[in-house]
């Protein structure tokens, strides 16, 4: 996975690295396969942060395993 996908799908990337991925984008089948897997991680985060803000009584995640 390209690491730029990720951050990119998480909107980490501050302006000049997000219209540079862009413009990767527009030419890197390999990266737009993994975009579309990733498109969700957003959504999915904000769930997970959701669901254990409330619940006070279970660990987070990385405590539980």
């Known amino acids: 996975m390209h690491d730029g996908v990720a951050a990119y799908a998480l909107g980490v990337l501050d302006e000049e690295e997000h219209e540079a991925f862009e413009r990767h984008l527009d ?3 390999r990266c737009q396969a993994e975009l579309v ?3 969700e991680l957003p959504d999915h985060l904000d ?3 959701n669901a ?3 619940s006070d009584d279970d660990p987070p995640m990385s405590m539980s395993r």
Do not use: I
């Open 37 to 39: 897997e990733l498109a």
């Open 52 to 54: 254990s803000s409330t």
């Open 27 to 29: 030419t890197c089948e």
């Open 47 to 49: 769930e997970l942060k």
